[in-house]
């Protein structure tokens, strides 16, 4: 803007802000203006007026935009501090005003940068020093794409305008490539993350329980997501997802198998796996009979394989909990739709109200409908409704258009069903409760189960025992693969050994219990001995002192395998006693609220050199595969359509990415704990 018959104003008073470096003070008539040097922009100039409205526009100023504002407020604190010192500038022989006057010519004199709406590329490796503050394209390109990665934000949003203009009025300086270079930005942290898990389980000294999850999409695709739970050498249990595969449409056992087999070749961990957690109890049968066969080509499995499968025990509470929905779907159809009928109108839900209270129905619960795609809110809906059942009886006689009103048997079953589910529920609580849980917690809860059934499965009503049967058979499987390997890892907490296992077996096996109390004491000091034996033979190819057992590829210490197992056993029984008797016959160690497993066993390991490698491996069991996000839904894990539409070596990069990320310890980058991958989609 041009100013016309304007003379420079008499300054009655020193300008004392650095803003005025940026800005002619000018007069015109009674009024006085500040013009700014550098868009020539008239603003209020008077005394009165202040400073904030100029160091505002300084800001905002496309033609200094350039300039780091950043200096004005390095200036302003200097000349703040020299101000200060009077005795200083005395003995110098300078004035304030001089001393001020240098600051402002020395700092604010701008750097002779031009702003250009389409700035020239920058080499990918160039620094750019505005006065104080550096500028690094490249680190700030990187910044961008693990922000991307981490918060799983859609590659295209560098593309969308307001993301541009807002990179753009934070720094000018910073060129916001396109969609495709920021995938490869991406896909150059995926590789070196990548590198940094292999080097971490490489080095592990204890061994790896592999997770297993199936994924699908809503194009109806499949993934495989293998995920490494382990317990590193600070006693902290750790996942890192290895894999995100995305399956042939006509995939089989053999192809899922050999999926996984690359899996372990490539990450190099097929040596060191103790077990596998798969997610359901009997479709990969076939599957894991391949891996295990596989496996011991090279090396014998521990205890023959027995601990290899485990199973997801939330995906048979998911099983259970459908097998009683489906056992007692007219049931909760009439549940519901009586709920729908109250709740279809004010008038409705008025008279249902009154009824309510002349049954003498006082209850601060409302009627709600469930979600039928999440079983949880179904529970809801049963437990309200039994509550409201008196008014439901007399509804149908002050309601001709209520035609779903329930009988006095199906009530009671109504009312049981409810007891099943609520009894599922808060074991499921406990299992999602716990964001890393370690697998001494499970025990007790699956003998519970086990004790309730049993009851369950004596009702002499004919419909609530079929129920509890057909509970009971998909709980059979489930226990009769993994009830030793969690009794075992329940012997591994002090605060329960042997005690807890002689407990509940009593309850559930009744005479038989001495026998079964056996076979579990035998099959931990089996474990143990194995443990023991390769802690005195460590394996060379591997490097794993202690977890490893004898390599079977040499054939003339195969032919004597049996021969150092015999001479393990009677120098065994020769020495003093060992790690695993010294531990049970100690007592018990005291039950708090406080107690960590993981904290106990570091600071016993010196105690308990074999045994605490032992715990290492079995504690580290991922027993539920599961987060809360799918715990309660009828579906399984569906991927988002965003990165379903990925291709496969970006997907994989994006969904492996974002773990590693924000599994870095604080300090390194951000934390995000809590942050879940793309959200699953409810499937039935």
């Known amino acids: ?57 300084l800001l905002r100023c496309l033609k200094r935009s350039n300039y780091d504002v950043s200096q004005i407020l390095s200036a302003k604190r200097k000349r703040k501090e020299t101000s200060q010192s009077p005795l200083r500038q005395s003995n110098l022989g300078l004035t304030t005003t001089y001393e001020e006057g240098k600051v402002k010519d020395e700092i604010l004199s701008p750097l002779p940068l031009k702003f250009d709406q389409e700035p020239k590329k920058e080499e990918p490796n160039q620094t750019i020093n505005l006065g104080s503050v550096k500028f690094d ?75 297993v999850d199936m994924w699908g999409s809503p194009e109806s695709s499949e993934y495989i997501c293998l995920t490494a739970n382990y317990i590193d050498e600070d006693w902290r249990l750790q996942k890192k997802m290895l894999n995100f595969i995305s399956l042939d449409p006509s995939h089989t056992d053999d192809i899922l198998s050999e999926v996984i087999i690359k899996s372990l070749t490539d990450w190099a961990i097929d040596r060191k796996l103790f077990s596998m957690t798969f997610d359901d109890c009997s479709a990969y049968e076939v599957m894991v009979f391949r891996i295990k066969d596989w496996l011991s080509q090279n090396r014998p499995l521990l205890k023959n394989g027995d601990l290899f499968d485990v199973r997801c025990v939330t995906h048979l509470l998911k099983s259970i909990v459908q097998e009683v929905m489906e056992s007692c779907r007219d049931v909760t159809h009439k549940i519901r739709e009586s709920v729908r009928h109250v709740k279809s109108s004010q008038t409705v839900l008025g008279k249902f109200n009154e009824i309510a209270q002349q049954v003498g129905i006082n209850s601060g619960r409302r009627l709600v409908l469930d979600c039928p795609m999440q079983w949880n809110s179904t529970y809801l809906m049963l437990e ?31 009312s049981s069903v409810a007891g099943y589910i609520k009894f599922l529920l808060e074991f499921t609580n406990i299992v999602i409760g716990n964001k890393y849980p370690t697998a001494n917690i499970f025990f007790p809860e699956i003998c519970d189960m086990h004790i309730q059934l049993n009851e369950w499965c004596k009702s002499p009503d004919e419909f609530l025992s079929s129920v509890a049967l ?159 996000e799918v715990a309660f839904s009828n579906g399984g894990r569906v991927l988002d359509q965003y990165h379903s539409s990925l291709s496969p070596d970006t997907r994989e990069a994006l969904l492996c990415g974002q773990d590693w990320l924000r599994m870095e310890p604080e300090g390194t980058t951000l934390t995000l704990s809590n942050s879940p991958l793309p959200l699953p989609v409810e499937t039935s």
């Open 470 to 628: 057909k509970m009971k058979l998909k709980f059979d499987v489930y226990w009769s693969k993994c009830s030793m390997v969690l009794a075992i890892a329940a012997i591994l907490d002090p605060r329960f050994k042997m005690k807890l296992v002689e407990y509940y077996f009593q309850q559930i096996y009744g005479s038989a219990a001495p026998c079964r109390i056996k076979e579990v004491s035998a099959g931990l000091r089996e474990l143990f001995n194995e443990y023991s034996m390769a802690s005195s033979s460590p394996d060379e190819d591997s490097g794993l002192p202690g977890s490893c057992l004898p390599s079977s590829s040499n054939s003339s210490r195969d032919k004597l395998k049996g021969f150092d197992k015999f001479l393990f056993e009677t120098s065994q029984s020769q020495s003093m006693s060992s790690d695993l008797d010294k531990y049970l016959e100690e007592p018990v160690f005291p039950r708090n609220y406080d107690f960590s497993i993981l904290n106990w066993w570091k600071v016993h390991t010196p105690r308990y050199p074999i045994l605490s490698m032992m715990a290492r491996d079995v504690l580290g069991i991922p027993v539920s595969t599961l987060g809360p």
């Open 1 to 57: 803007m041009e100013i016309l018959n304007e003379i420079p104003a008499k300054k009655t008073k020193r300008l004392t802000s650095v803003v005025w470096n940026h800005f002619e003070r000018v007069r015109k008539a009674d009024a006085q203006y500040a013009v700014c040097v550098h868009c020539k922009k008239k603003l209020s100039g008077s005394s009165n007026s202040g400073t904030t409205h100029l160091r505002n526009h």
């Open 137 to 211: 394209q490249e680190r700030s390109r990187l910044d961008l794409a693990r922000m991307i990665m981490l918060h799983g934000y859609p590659l295209a949003m560098v593309d969308h305008v307001g993301f541009k203009i807002f990179v753009k009025n934070l720094q000018p300086m910073f060129e916001v490539n396109n969609n495709g270079a920021v995938e490869l930005d991406c896909m150059a942290i995926y590789s070196k993350e990548k590198q940094k898990v292999y080097e971490a389980v490489h080095h592990l000294h204890g061994r790896i329980n592999l997770a």
């Open 384 to 414: 309200a409704a039994i509550e409201y059942k008196g008014a439901f009886c007399l509804l149908q006689e002050h309601d001709a258009s209520y035609t779903k009103a329930l009988s006095e048997m199906e009530w009671e079953w109504a």
